[in-house]
């Protein structure tokens, strides 16, 4: 046995932290991502495609969203924007459009919202 044969072995951190770490972070983070809802497509779906600034502005008489509105919690906020169920609250009416957004663009929009107030 010499010390010549385990020499290869010193490459091992590396090829842990290749093949194992950093494949493993990459699935955490777009896990993340996936779940928490991404702002900067947010920014872009509340502000040229939904338009709720339109309607949402401090200069108009629907209710504040920046931050998310009051009494909403995020998972029910990102609920309704799925499927028009407000919960247990009444349901918004007329002018606010029944939207039927996708659960990545509910988030996305949802994150945005929480980077305003
Ligand atoms: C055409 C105007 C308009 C647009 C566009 C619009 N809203 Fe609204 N929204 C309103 C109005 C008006 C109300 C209040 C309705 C009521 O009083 O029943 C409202 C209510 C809401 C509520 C309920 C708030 C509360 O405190 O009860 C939420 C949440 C909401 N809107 C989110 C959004 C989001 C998110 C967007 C964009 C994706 C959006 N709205 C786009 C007009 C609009």
Same mark, same amino acid.
């Given at each position: 046995?010499?010390?010549?044969?385990? $020499?290869?072995?010193?490459?091992?951190?590396?090829?842990?932290?290749?093949?194992?770490?950093?494949?493993?972070?990459?699935?955490?983070?777009?896990?993340?991502?996936?779940?928490?809802?991404?702002?900067?497509?947010?920014?872009?779906?509340?502000?040229?495609?939904?338009?709720?600034?339109?309607?949402?502005?401090?200069?108009?008489?629907?209710?504040?969203?920046?931050?998310?509105?009051?009494?909403?919690?995020?998972?029910?906020?990102?609920?309704?924007?799925?499927?028009?169920?407000?919960?247990?609250?009444?349901?918004?009416?007329?002018?606010?459009?029944?939207?039927?957004?996708?659960?990545?663009?509910?988030?996305?929009?949802?994150?945005?919202?929480?980077?305003? $107030?």
């Amino acid at each position: 046995m010499t010390k010549g044969m385990w $020499r290869p072995l010193g490459v091992l951190p590396a090829v842990v932290l290749l093949f194992v770490v950093l494949p493993a972070t990459r699935f955490m983070s777009t896990r993340a991502s996936t779940t928490a809802g991404d702002a900067a497509r947010g920014d872009y779906l509340v502000n040229q495609v939904a338009m709720c600034a339109q309607c949402h502005s401090s200069r108009s008489a629907a209710p504040r969203i920046a931050g998310l509105p009051d009494g909403w919690p995020e998972e029910d906020f990102v609920r309704f924007l799925k499927t028009g169920d407000p919960g247990d609250r009444p349901r918004p009416l007329a002018p606010m459009p029944p939207f039927r957004m996708n659960d990545a663009d509910a988030r996305a929009v949802a994150a945005y919202l929480k980077t305003l $107030r």
